[in-house]
T-cell receptor
Framework: GQNIDQPTEMTATEGAIVQINCTYQTSGFNGLFWYQQHAGEAPTFLSYNVLDGLEEKGRFSSFLSRSKGYSYLLLKELQMKDSASYLCAAMDSNYQLIWGAGTKLIIKP | IAGITQAPTSQILAAGRRMTLRCTQDMRHNAMYWYRQDLGLGLRLIHYSNTAGTTGKGEVPDGYSVSRANTDDFPLTLASAVPSQTSVYFC?????????????FGEGSRLTVL
């Protein structure tokens, strides 16, 4: 079956770095997405990876290893506003998105 | 402001009642989607539409129906609501179906079925 695994919750300190991991199993693969969702709000797009390697976008970076079925989202210089849930989603061979349950990130001062 | 508008934002509904959640987008996107989000679970696709005039079933379509009479509107109907349909519902759109473009989400409709 198709499956996405990511930690349920993580805690980090303001100004620090945190890495949120995601492993996936899908029928075929057309890329890996990360979305941010603040409590009570809609998910918003952060990144898309389809090739192996690291994509950097400001304080956020996303990494993909297709051979390992693994991705991570790296957040640097954490700010209080980064407190949110981070959703990992893999796109299968039919271009359907398989979503993880999300990782709730708590930032402490 | 361009984007996706959902209504109502929140609703409490008696079991057995009929309910329609409205979704309108002004980005001229061809593809639209309805998801439900429940605690501890990932977003689950209910129904989708690749283009106006066509619809398809997602992962959890039972008890729901949709229509896509035009590009902008994609309403979701619960014919006879049941408590297990208590959830937060998100409408989303993308420029095209079957590609790797990002999804744009509405603000969600929180539905409680008693």
């Amino acid at each position: 079956g198709q499956n996405i695994d990511q930690p349920t919750e993580m805690t980090a300190t303001e100004g620090a770095i945190v890495q949120i991991n995601c492993t996936y199993q899908t029928s075929g693969f057309n890329g890996l997405f990360w979305y941010q969702q603040h409590a009570g709000e809609a998910p918003t797009f952060l990144s898309y990876n389809v090739l192996d390697g690291l994509e950097e976008k400001g304080r956020f970076s996303s990494f993909l290893s297709r051979s390992k079925g693994y991705s991570y989202l790296l957040l640097k210089e954490l700010q209080m506003k980064d407190s949110a849930s981070y959703l990992c989603a893999a796109m299968d061979s039919n271009y359907q998105l398989i979503w993880g349950a999300g990782t709730k990130l708590i930032i402490k001062p | 402001i361009a984007g996706i508008t959902q209504a109502p934002t929140s609703q409490i509904l008696a079991a057995g009642r009929r309910m329609t959640l409205r979704c309108t987008q002004d980005m001229r996107h061809n593809a639209m989607y309805w998801y439900r989000q429940d605690l501890g679970l990932g977003l689950r696709l209910i129904h989708y539409s690749n283009t106006a005039g066509t619809t398809g079933k997602g992962e959890v379509p039972d008890g729901y129906s949709v229509s896509r009479a035009n590009t902008d509107d994609f309403p979701l109907t619960l014919a006879s609501a049941v408590p297990s349909q208590t959830s937060v519902y998100f409408c989303a759109s993308s420029e095209e179906a079957g590609n790797t473009g990002e999804l744009f989400f509405g603000e969600g409709s929180r539905l409680t079925v008693l």
